[in-house]
Structures are given as structure tokens and as C-alpha cells.
């Protein structure tokens, strides 16, 4: 199969399905389906941390943020709470539901890691992470929100 041809975009695509398919196949046995690195993350700052910073951790926009929580605080995971010192602000708690859980989703996440690692030869890993985050650092200003195929234009 020659990929020569092929967008990056493809690789990205196809390695996301197949990352978040492990990484379910890890997660089976908790009540999360989904969302588990937001998740995890609120978890983590549990009530220090804020919509806005979670979006930013994520190099994400505000519009998938909100849409992640909503199933997030559907699903019983999580919850809103107003920060009493700017009330703008929207901090995340995770529910007791979600307690549980938030060490099962490190440790899925580790083992996937693992596991894909696992397929490359150990010279590749460093040289791995430094690529894919160059890429992130040196194309997180392209404004990919204001394309139609991202959103629709109103």
C-alpha cells in the first residue's frame, strides 16, 4: 500500500479510531464511555478548574468543550458549580459517580500508551511525542474553527 499520496489528516483519522478503540476496550468495565481524558483532567483539579482552562488544556473550542461537559453532566459524571469570585467563571467538580473511576481511566490511558508504543521500535518513542508535539505548537494559530467543514457558517 503506498501512502505517499495520502493527507496527514488520514493517518490522524485513522490512528485516533483505532487509539480510542483500545482504549474503550480498556474502559469496558467502568460506567464511562466516553470523554475520558476530559474526564480524567477534571478529575484530577477536581473544583480548580475551569471550563475555559479545561478547553485550553485541551486545545480545544469553546463550542466542543461545552458539548463534552453536557454529556459529561448527562452521564452523571460531572458537575457546574459558579466560582463565587468571578461569577463569569464555570468551575468542574467530578460527581461521586465519577470518583471511582478517575484512577481506572489513568490506568487505561497508560496501557494504551503502552500498547501502541509497544508497536514501534523504543528508538521511535522520544522522536514520536517531540514530532507530534512540534506539529501541535507550530499549528495550534491556523484558524481550523473558521472552515464550514468545522462549523457551520451562520
Known amino acids: 500500500m503506498d501512502t505517499q499520496e495520502w493527507p496527514l489528516g488520514l493517518f490522524f483519522s485513522f490512528l485516533t479510531k483505532q487509539y ?3 482504549l474503550a476496550l480498556c474502559m469496558k468495565h467502568t460506567p464511562v464511555e466516553r470523554y475520558y481524558f476530559p474526564l480524567y483532567l477534571i478529575g484530577k483539579k477536581n ?11 485541551l486545545l480545544m473550542d469553546k ?10 453532566q448527562k452521564d452523571g ?3 457546574r458549580k459558579t466560582n463565587p469570585n468571578d461569577r463569569r467563571e464555570r468551575q468542574l467538580h467530578i460527581t461521586p459517580k465519577a ?6 481511566i489513568e490506568k487505561g490511558i497508560k496501557e494504551t500508551n ?6 514501534l521500535d523504543p528508538s521511535l518513542h522520544a522522536n514520536f511525542k517531540v514530532i507530534l508535539t512540534e506539529l501541535i505548537t507550530k499549528t495550534q494559530d491556523i484558524p481550523a ?4 467543514f468545522f462549523y457551520p457558517k451562520k
Open 77 to 79: 459524571f460531572i458537575e
Open 114 to 119: 503502552e500498547y501502541f508504543f509497544s508497536l
Open 20 to 22: 480510542i478503540g483500545k
Open 99 to 104: 470518583k471511582p473511576w478517575i484512577s481506572e
Open 47 to 57: 473544583g480548580l478548574i475551569s471550563q475555559q482552562e479545561l478547553a485550553d488544556q
Open 63 to 72: 463550542v466542543s468543550m461545552v458539548r463534552i461537559l453536557d454529556a459529561l
Open 145 to 148: 474553527d473558521q472552515f464550514e
